[in-house]
Structure formats: C-alpha cells, structure tokens
C-alpha cells in the first residue's frame, strides 16, 4: 500500500533477452524500497533495438503485470531504458555573454548557455537524448562546477551530448504505449546502470563500467564525478550462446545453458577440467565435452568484447586516470571468472557491479547483475522527479518527441547535482 508522502517510481530495461520492470517507492528521506520486480523473456529485439513490435509488447506486459501482482501497485508510467549501437557521444562546446546588470550568473543563464551547446550539426535520423554538462569556465577560469551565483562577463561551458535514433526511440515508445503504459522519460542504459551500481567514491577516483548485456555491451566512463565517454558496443552475451551453439552443434537452450551451469571466461583458472554431458538432437546418441573446451569458446569472444572495450577507454582519454579501475555488471558478468579476464585484458582492477543504496522491499530479488539497468532506471526517475502518476493531457499528444523534448528540464536536474 502506498504510503503518504511516498512517490512511486517504475523502471522498465527493455533487452534483447529479457525484460525487467522494477517498482519502487521513495520516501521523503529519498529511502528505496524495492515493491515489485517483474522479468520476461524477450525475442523482439535485436542488439538493443526492436525488431518486432508484437513480441516485445507481449513481454513488456508480462514482465510489468508480474511486477504489478507482487506491488499491489497499478503501473501507469514507466522510465525507460535505450541502447544499440546507434548511440554516439559528441563533445561540445559553448559559450554566451552574462547581460544582466550586476553582471551575476543565473539559472536561466546556465540554461541559455547549454542551448548553445546544443547547435550541432546531427543527421536527420538521429536525436540528441542526454546533454551532461562536463565543466563551466567564467572569464578564463576553467573547473568550475557550479556558476551560479559567481560574476563574470563570458561563460564557457563543454559538454557531453548522448544522440540516438530517432526511429530506435520511436519504436521503444510505441512498445510501450501498446502494452498500455505511458513513457515518464526515455534515458541510456549505461547512464541508468550507472547510478545502480557506482558510487561515489569510484566516480570521483575514475572507473569505467561495462554492462554486458544479452544485445549489447554498454561503456561508460567516469572521472571526476561526471560521465565522460560513452559508447554502445553490438556484441554480447548473445555473440557467446551463438558461438557455444556453433561450436558445439547444439540448440540455443541447451547453448544457453551450457553457459550458465558450465561456463568459465578463463581457461586457465579452471579447478578441474571435468566432462559434460550434452543430450542428442531428435534421438541422437549424447556427446560429451569437457569444461576446458566450453571455456575456450567463451574466453574467445568475452576477450573480444573486453578488447572492443580497452579501444573505447583509450578513445576516450581517461586510460590512464581510471584509479577505481573497471565494474563489470549485467547478465554477462555472472559467467565466472570474467573479472580476472578482464584484469589480464584490460590491466586494471575489475569487480561485479550489483544495485547499491536500496533501503528494503525486495533487495535480495534485484542483489545481481541481471537488475543493474531496471534499478538504476528507478534511481534516474528518484533524480528527476518523474513518477508513476499519469502524464497529464491527452495519451495521445505525449509523443516521443515531448518526452525527448525533456532535456532541458534534464539538464536543470544535471546543474543542480553539479
């Protein structure tokens, strides 16, 4: 039952394998409390983007009725996630004249600024999704955080701008309307992992985290508490069952748990080196293969990725500054031993990133990987103040432009964190 004073706040992960709706409530001491959780399976998408409508609506209802039934909350609007490999990051800079008489820098000034940041040149098929201001200069003094308040005549700001697909939005949001939900706001999977499963503390010191999902595998980096880079990567823990399944002549179940049950990342880390059992196709005799055999056709393709990884932190030009080194989260980080992989790899100190700062409800549900992107999408609506009330007008009028048309009230959320 909803408390007094509490808002309700839904996050729905739409992935290329399963479907996550997280329920949660925030009280006035801004405490998580985790009301219902819902997973689906999901085959209508493919490496983050939808593919067919009717599948993905179907999972998108079971996964938020599921979470609905263990609520007791009736889901109006929902956060949701976007990835795929469409998505671009751009640096961009600003600058504007401080006009007003006493010469002080204002809220609307800082706004004024951010619009400026946002004349850029974008292909007509692709739309700015996230503006995430970097740092402020004031008349030549750069690392400023926060300007408001300050004097100056010329303000300069750099920011990061996070582009996607116009049609890749369009059709998460015509998902969502037909399995009859409302979109609160549409924000970047890794952004949304982020706030889940990184703290303070490692986004000040430098770290970069990877969500390796089913699709796609999500990079963000960090340092100084602010996103620097972003990038979406179109291989994943799909890539290692289709490898396993060719390999090895088996179906995409047996594959898919084969990779589960047996799976190592790394060969040599392998205590015994014990044979497994794989049944026959259509009456065919069973085959056996060994663990060792299993891990090698994993390890090739997880180095791959971790790789695809290593160039992406090195584009961004924080390699070297990454001193909390790299947390690896989502559905692919649970195959063992990724993270020593990762260390050999990449050179650098990695972990498993689970949801952090939940005060109660059903935290031991959403303890693993697999969650980071649907919590962290509760956690983004916590900062914005989108809830699960129903969006006010008529259904119809809220399209996927008025709810990307939103930056500017996101940015006033960024400044305000700043």
């Keep these: 039952m909803e408390q007094e004073n509490e808002r309700i706040v839904v996050g729905l ?26 997973k689906a399976p999901s085959d209508g998408l493919n490496r983050g983007v939808v593919v067919n409508i009717d599948k993905t609506v179907n999972a998108i209802k079971k996964a938020v009725e599921q979470a609905q039934l263990a609520s007791g909350i009736e889901v109006n609007s929902v956060n949701v996630g976007i990835a795929g490999d ?23 000034d800082v706004e004024r600024l951010l619009e400026d940041c946002q004349r850029i040149m974008l292909p007509p098929d692709q739309q700015i999704i996230h503006v995430i201001p970097q740092e402020f ?75 390796i999902g089913g699709g796609t595998t999500d990079l963000a980096v960090f340092q100084d508490n602010t996103i620097r880079h972003t990038a979406v990567i179109a291989i994943a823990g799909k890539k290692v069952t289709d490898d396993i399944k060719v390999g090895l002549s088996v179906l995409d179940d047996q594959a898919e748990k084969l990779k589960h049950e047996y799976g190592e990342s790394f060969v040599d880390l392998i205590e015994q080196d014990e044979s497994i059992t794989i049944p026959g196709i259509a009456g065919r005799p069973p085959k056996e293969i060994t663990k060792s055999i299993l ?33 690896i989260t989502g559905g692919g980080s649970l195959i063992k031993n990724v993270c020593p992989l990762a260390n050999e790899v990449l050179g650098m100190d990695a972990k498993i990133g689970r949801p952090l700062g939940l005060a109660g409800g059903l935290t031991d549900e959403v ?3 697999i969650y980071a992107t649907g919590v962290g999408l509760v956690l983004h609506a916590l900062r914005t103040g989108e809830t699960n009330e129903p969006l006010a007008g008529s259904h119809k009028e809220k399209s996927v432009e008025h709810v990307m048309s939103k930056i500017t009230d996101r940015m006033k959320t960024w400044f305000k964190e700043l």
Aim: net charge negative; charged share 25%.
């Design 367 to 369: 303890d693993s990987p």
């Design 137 to 211: 200069v004031v008349d030549g003094q750069d690392g400023i955080s926060d300007p408001v308040g300050m004097s100056g005549m010329r303000m300069e700001a750099e920011v990061h701008i996070i582009t996607g697909l116009v049609s890749a939005a369009k059709n998460l949001y015509r998902c969502v309307e037909r399995a009859g939900y409302q979109v609160a706001d549409i924000i970047l999977e890794p952004l949304a992992s982020s706030y889940a499963v990184l703290d303070d503390e490692e986004k000040e010191a430098g770290v970069a985290l990877v969500d």
């Design 13 to 38: 992960d739409i992935g290329t394998t399963k479907v996550c709706a997280v329920v949660a409530s925030i009280n006035e001491q801004d405490k998580i409390h985790i009301l219902g959780v819902g």
């Design 86 to 108: 469409h998505i671009r990051s751009i640096r961009s800079k600003g600058v504007i004249t401080i006009n007003n008489k006493d010469k002080e820098i204002t809220v609307k």
């Design 295 to 327: 891990a090698k056709i994993i390890q090739a393709r997880m180095e791959e990725i971790l790789e695809i990884v290593a160039i992406e932190i090195k584009r961004s030009g924080y390699s070297e500054s990454l001193s909390a080194g790299i947390v």
